[in-house]
């Protein structure tokens, strides 16, 4: 059974940083490609960013594009996601996902295992 277990939000003020970071167990990371998603109130879950097993490749939506960078250390089983230049509309809980087929990272509705989010607030 793979555990996700995301850490590292918080409340921040526009323009500020934050770095999450999640941590996998029950799986050997550098099986699966993740991706971090986000999820605001009313809204779908959505792909943010997204990394290959070894970190080859890097997928960002138009968002995080250009302010996020996702990393991983596999010899530690996690994932980060540096996010720069926050807005109010970052605001949202983020995820992570695993899954050992890139595109299925894309299909958030067949990924089977996901933390318990972090919540993130950027706001004034």
């Known amino acids: 059974q793979v555990q996700l277990v995301e850490s590292g939000g918080g409340s921040v003020q526009p323009g500020g940083s934050l770095r999450l970071s999640c941590t996998a167990s029950?799986?050997?990371?550098?099986?699966?490609?993740m991706g971090w998603y986000r999820q605001a109130p009313g809204q779908q879950r959505e792909l943010v960013a997204a990394?290959?097993?070894?970190?080859?490749?890097?997928y960002y939506n138009d968002s995080g594009h250009g302010r996020f960078t996702i990393s991983r250390d596999n010899t530690k089983n996690t994932v980060f996601l540096q996010m720069n230049s926050l807005r109010s509309e970052d605001t949202a809980v983020y995820y992570c996902?695993?899954?050992?087929?890139?595109?299925?990272?894309?299909?958030?509705?067949?990924?089977?295992?996901w933390g318990q989010g972090t919540q993130v607030t950027v706001s004034s």
């Open positions: 996902g695993s899954d050992r087929y890139w595109a299925t990272l894309f299909e958030p509705e067949k990924i089977d295992s």
């Open positions: 029950g799986i050997l990371a550098s099986m699966s490609a």
């Open positions: 990394i290959s097993n070894y970190g080859a490749t890097t």
